[in-house]
């Protein structure tokens, strides 16, 4: 079947998700977001690429990250852009959401960028609008975050040039986190060996398996020579029921310590796509530490944002 990301010609139309996404696709995004990173040294940081072009930022999830790189991207590349609020959008009065982007669309519209809870939003809108318009996914419920899966891989790139001898584990929260899901398709499209996840039973998918990963519960054994570690936040708004015992149980079992992460290899990067909670996914002192790359991951998803939205304009 088709893939309904891709034109006939295998170029990128929308991007709705890693999976079924070709490694050619993945590593023209990173090499172009590598094209980018300049941009930001630049005393005008900006580059006509997207000049003319209306982008939208839909958000009817909350974001801090994902909608504030968005909008710098596509400022940087000299798009007009419009954020819209949706809590003050006519969303509130209960227009349907394929009635919103029909009249953006007649606003001449060519990109939209959606945040939504509900798990295939993005699709749906990408399946409803006209062909010249493109669509980009920023987090569809615990599906997936394919730019995060996105910025992730080429900061490790950036920190470990070396994917294909790599050890990567991510922690926590697999069940529910569309980061993960993006993440694990993205390495091993990319070819990463070893991919770990870490979890308590509770907090992982049935057959997590079947997307090549290694399972471990404990996280002495999960973290040992691993060269990435890449925490998740505990999603809380999407737990149906008590999974956890307590916040701070979590912590102590599956909390990342400078004491845990003296398993893994001394010069392994740590890693939380935000919004990180401190004392319960992730120590201070970690979260903090020379270790840790989780803000260069923030500054990276701009340069990688504007490869994917260049890259859908044709660029
Ligand atoms: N990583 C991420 O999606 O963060 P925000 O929810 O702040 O966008």
Redesign the pocket.
Known sequence: MQNPQLTDDGELKHLLSIEGLPKRILNQILDTAESFVGVAEREVKKVPLLRGKTVCNLFFE??????TTFEIAAKRLSADVITLNVSTSSQSKGETILDTIDNLTAMHADMFVV?HAQSGAAHMIAKHVAPHISVIN??DGSHA?PT?GLLDVFTIRKYKPDMHNLRVAIVGDVLHSR?ARSEIHALTTLGVPEVRVIAPKTLLPQDVEKLGVHVYHDMNEGLKDVDVVMMLRLQNERMTSAMLPSAQEYFKTYGLTAEKLAEAKHDAIVMH???MNRGVEIDSAVADGTQSVILPQVTYGIAVRMAVMSILAGN
Request: without cysteine.
């Open positions: 909350n974001s801090t990250r994902t909608r945040r920023a987090g975050h995060q980061v796509p935000g919004p």
